[in-house]
């Protein structure tokens, strides 16, 4: 807090009968709000900051437990003391596997109120000193960092190591030490661009080269489908890295996690990576292969242009002699609606030996968040962007189907076909009549654009992308630019500057997560 005052939420069903231990607290220098519920304190906890919440453990409805995972969603980094008259050693662990910081044993007295208060918040500052001490350190060898030396492993740790930075200063309440991260976040991602742009046609068309989308049902999907183990493969599209990391706690409860990295292909959009995950191929080889199975880059619905998914993926498992027999499954889920059936239609599919699903959940979130006030004010920063996907995934029907398919026994293999980055600047660009309309990528016949703040594929074969029409081009975004015309400028930055997009070329959008996970 600003002001110096730490603020205390006391959550009790029955709060007016500790009024006067409120009012000791007061006078020591607290500032104590109260809610009545565990129901209130979620709400209040969504309205405003606090630096501690102070939770009963016995109340009606959602009690103590349910209200402090609720919390931890909400804000993992809240402190938190619980009240309770048990000393139950399940009751402990349960608390103390969400993390709680101190125990209370009722009935409570001032002295030992104020006490425990003061121990947590304390010991928060000086973990908050000592983390302010280590990144200190981290930040000097940051800014000293030889780009130059990394391959494309190198990058996945460096990208992974300034990620774990950026959660761990999620946690803290200096603002400036987040803008300092955030600026390093942005050299690397100069640097990365300069990095793909160099070494990316050279993945395409030689073998020393990371795994791709197009590698990713093989390496990944195809050792169990090969042991003949039931496998779930869930695509949770447009899912980031870091989303990743802030989900992947929730899954270790109920399954042993193996997680490797891999590189989307170009453009880091979904008719062009996903395509390429569920055929096993790149773009330029599905529209000469199948010709019928591919979709125009123009076609202006997004849900067109991955509609012969099922049959891609068909024809890579045949290929790769991975076809089980029942046949494989595919469902697509794009509302709650399709996630509640699908759901309710998952336990039925238990002989079922592969099923694939793709969740459209957070790209939709995307596209949103672009045209909704409301979205962007909850979700103002990658932070609260973070957070809001970990709500979303835990109270998800999706959640449910990955426990379904741990006690089905099967093997759930979970990653992505891109990520997103906020778009923070505008980059002028020329272009004619017959350009595409995303923001981070165009194609079109007569494009063009800076070569610091994009990649102009004049050669779509160099890309393995495919040349729909004499003369076709593509332009993507570096960095965190996005794609502008001349005389739409101000009114672009008006309506995108901020917002979430892919297609381009970054660090959040290529470098990708997949999981793979066996139950408990």
Excluded at 129 to 147: I, L
Excluded at 154 to 183: K, N, P, Q, V
Excluded at 421 to 439: F, P
Aim: proline share 5%; charged share 25%; net charge negative.
């Amino acid at each position: 807090m600003t002001d110096g005052t730490h603020h205390i939420l006391w959550v009790d069903d029955e709060i007016e009968l500790l009024r006067s231990q409120i009012m000791f607290l007061e006078a020591k220098g607290f500032t104590v709000a109260t809610a009545a519920s565990g129901e209130e304190a979620v709400a209040a906890v969504r309205q405003r900051p606090f630096d501690l919440v102070l939770l009963d453990e016995m109340m009606p409805g959602m009690d103590g437990l349910a209200a402090l995972g609720e919390l931890r969603r909400l804000r993992p980094e809240l402190p938190a003391i619980m009240a309770t008259k048990s000393e139950k050693e399940e009751l402990v662990g349960e608390a103390l596997g969400l993390r709680i910081d101190d125990f209370l044993l009722k009935p409570l007295n001032p002295a030992q109120v104020l006490a425990s208060c003061r121990r947590v918040l304390d010991g928060r500052a000086l973990a908050e000193d000592q983390t302010v001490r280590q990144y200190a350190a981290a930040a000097a060898e940051f800014r000293s960092f030889d780009y130059g030396a990394l391959d494309w492993r190198g990058w996945i740790d460096h990208y992974r190591a300034l990620l774990r930075w950026e959660m761990t200063l999620s946690g803290l309440r200096d603002d400036g030490m987040h803008a300092s991260h955030e600026a390093t976040i942005q050299e690397a991602n100069l640097e990365f661009g300069r990095f793909v742009e160099q070494q990316y046609p050279g993945w395409l068309h030689g073998s020393q080269r990371p795994v791709l989308s197009v590698d990713v049902v093989d390496r990944y999907l195809g050792p169990a489908v090969r042991a003949k183990r039931p496998c779930l493969f869930v695509i949770l599209d447009c899912m980031r890295l870091d989303q990743w990391l802030s989900i992947e706690p929730l899954l270790r409860e109920t399954f042993d996690i193996a997680v490797d990295h891999y590189y989307s292909i170009l453009p880091t959009a979904t008719p062009y990576a996903r395509n390429a995950i569920f055929s096993g191929l790149f773009p330029a080889q599905i529209a000469r292969n199948s010709p019928q199975l591919w979709e125009r880059s123009d076609v202006p619905s997004e849900t067109s242009r991955n509609r012969h998914e099922h049959q891609l993926f068909s024809q890579q498992l045949a290929r790769l002699k991975l076809q089980p027999s029942p046949e494989a499954r595919y469902v697509k889920v794009y509302n709650i609606d399709e996630g509640r059936e699908f759901r309710r239609a998952f336990p039925s599919l238990s002989q079922v030996p592969l099923v694939a699903l793709v969740v459209n959940f957070m790209d939709i979130l995307v596209h949103f968040r672009a045209e909704s006030q409301v979205l962007q004010e909850i979700a103002p920063d990658v932070r609260a962007f973070r957070e809001l996907t970990r709500t979303w995934f835990s109270n998800s029907d999706v959640w449910h189907v990955m426990r379904t398919a741990a006690a089905q026994g099967r093997t759930v293999v979970v990653t992505t076909d891109h990520g997103s980055i906020r778009g923070r600047r505008a980059a002028v660009m020329k272009a004619g009549k017959d350009t595409s309309a995303n923001l981070r990528y165009k194609s079109g016949s007569n494009i063009s654009g800076d070569h610091r703040q994009t990649v102009w594929v004049k050669a779509p074969a160099d890309y393995q992308l495919p040349e729909e029409y004499k003369g076709q081009q593509y332009l993507i975004a570096k960095e965190d630019f996005y794609l502008v015309y001349p005389t739409r400028v101000e009114e672009y930055r008006r309506r995108y500057e901020g917002t979430f997009q892919h297609g381009g070329i970054s660090m959040e959008e290529m470098i990708l997560p997949v999981a793979v996970m066996t139950p408990k």
